[in-house]
């Protein structure tokens, strides 16, 4: 405090009736006002927090690490196998754990204002806290320790709804408007997923009209389609590990086929059988039908025709050894005819033995 501001201040406290007559400072004087000043100046501060950054659930995951709230709707709420639950904002996909954003309570019962939180499924909501990665799987997250961290908001849902990111949830608002799937590509592949040699990521999607929408926000997905009547699928990879010391990888849980239809309906498919991964796979009978190529470890492809609309087996071969000349016509567009020479009798033969039950 510099000698002006001081005497200022010293007049303001010795009182109106003394401003009439000339006030001479002393040096004792100024140290009095200095140390007022210094008092006044510690006060604690009473000042409003920052205001916390908002995003979508989309945007969350380019937040990790920051406190913030993350506002957006509620596509799916699923309870964890160990108590709580999972509250996934924006598009879900298959499962809770395929949303772009969680909110997760790790009790079923938990402290604040009364909030049933099954019922708030298609409400948008503010989660405070915060973000995360949810694992390793591309998803961000806030622990919910406190029901007071969810504000339900009526009046914003007719707000974000005609502003939401475009997603799969509504793919069937484009065949609305005259507009449907054309393609589909992977993107965003995460190096998790690209040190197993797959380009797995998310599937966007093109349509008719020139518009795009990214319909996954898990970066596990692969070898995406479209069918000419505007169907899309793609390859759920399941979840891999890592054996010590080793370093082989195994599966922990099967791939498996999503198909998105025009309406809007998930369907899911499994490999064949005992295997765990697809490989390959496509679209079939106008539509009607889905071909899935699918494998073990070792041994040669088994395939299996489903129904598209049911899920039902159509037709199947596996789990031995069948030959190119003997596969049926819907099999072979997936097959390979040197199959025997690279499964069967190839530098690691014992590892198939049982499976390799026929010759070319």
Known sequence: MNLRDSRSLLLRVVGRRFLSRPIKLTGRHILVVSLLASATISLPSTAVPRTLPEYNATEAKNHIGETARVTDKVGCIESRHWGGKRVGLGDCGPQSAHAPFMAITYSDVIPGPKLDL?????????????????????????????????????????????????????????????????????????????????????????????????????????????????????????????????????????????????????????????????????????????????????????????????????????NGYTPYAELPAWAKPLADPNEWRICCQGPNPAANRGRCVASA
Not at 142 to 152: C, F, G, K, N
Not at 157 to 183: L, M
Not at 212 to 224: F, I, K, L, P, Y
């Open 118 to 318: 099954e019922k708030l499924k298609g409400v948008v909501v503010t989660v405070t806290g915060k973000i995360k990665e949810y694992g390793h799987t591309g998803t961000a997250s806030i622990d919910v320790t406190s029901t007071s961290q969810i504000v339900p908001h009526k009046l914003k849902r007719a707000q974000v709804e005609a502003n939401a990111q475009q997603s799969a949830a509504k793919p069937s608002s484009g065949s609305q408007s005259g507009s449907q799937p054309i393609s589909a590509e992977v993107v965003d592949i995460p190096a998790a997923q690209a040190q197993f040699g797959i380009k797995a990521g998310n599937v966007k999607v093109t349509f008719s009209d020139g518009h795009t929408e990214v319909w996954t926000h898990s970066g596990d997905c692969h070898n995406a389609k479209v069918s000419p009547k505007g169907n899309v699928g793609w390859i759920l990879i399941g979840k891999r590990g890592t054996l010590s010391p080793s370093g082989k990888t195994i599966a922990l849980d099967n791939d498996s086929l999503v198909v998105r239809l025009l309406d809007g309906t998930t369907k899911k498919f499994p490999p064949f059988g005992e295997n765990h991964f697809i490989p390959d796979w496509r679209f079939a009978d106008d539509d009607k039908a889905v071909i899935v190529r699918s494998g073990g470890y070792h041994g040669p492809a088994s395939y299996v025709q489903y129904d598209l609309a049911s899920g039902k087996v159509i037709d199947s071969r596996g």
